[in-house]
């Protein structure tokens, strides 16, 4: 069952279709679901996404394809058009709204890329593209220190992070360490303990046991400020 909001989205976003032939752009959603903000939107559409109600389509990162409507839907509510593809390329295009491409996430403190230091701190906001993101909750972290350069992560990067508790080998994870410290390293198991690795050859492998670390999300993309 969706919730109220979720529910509400579906609707709006049909009734536009109905009239326009355009889906409404993050704006208007946000506006039309009293939203404080587009990140609202953006967390509703991962849902529904997580769900099976729609799905981003391949290679188009800005449009959605509706696979099904809510059990409660009015007949008309359930007709969709364009070959049930909300095409927001075209909304962008049409509308001419650039903020429509950009999702505020959270913004928690620095993270090392070295030593751990603490992070996960501060309640600030990140403008990303949303073409970065996927589906998920996402939130942001910045970089502090170079044991992840080989990987292409450097100093006062942003991280940003899809909210998880599980990994898998090889991942490049985001660890709280002794529930104290955050780090951000590739997590391996080895021999029951577990592995945090850098990449960079200055730096040594982290051993823990496994109740000493915990995972509090994954790499899913980066921000770079070119000074």
Known sequence: MLTAKQHE????????????GISPSFEEMKEA?????????????????????IRRLPNRARALEVLKQPEDATPAARKVKNDNVIDLHRVAAVRAEPANDVIEIPLHGRIAAGAPIEALEGQNSLPVPAALLGPGEHYALEVSGDSMIEAGIFDGDFALVRRTDVARDGEIVVALVRNEEATLKY?????????LD??????????????????????????????
């Open 198 to 227: 850098p990449a960079n050859g200055v730096y040594e492998p982290q051993i823990y046991r496994p109740d000493e670390v915990q995972v509090q999300g994954k790499l899913s993309g980066l921000l770079r400020r070119y000074h």
């Open 33 to 53: 679901l009293d939203l404080k903000s587009k990140s609202g939107v953006h967390r509703l559409i991962s849902a529904l996404e997580e769900r099976g109600f």
């Open 9 to 20: 989205l579906i609707r709006f976003i049909q009734q536009r279709l109905e009239e326009t």
């Open 187 to 195: 997590m391996r198991r080895e021999n029951g303990m577990i592995r």
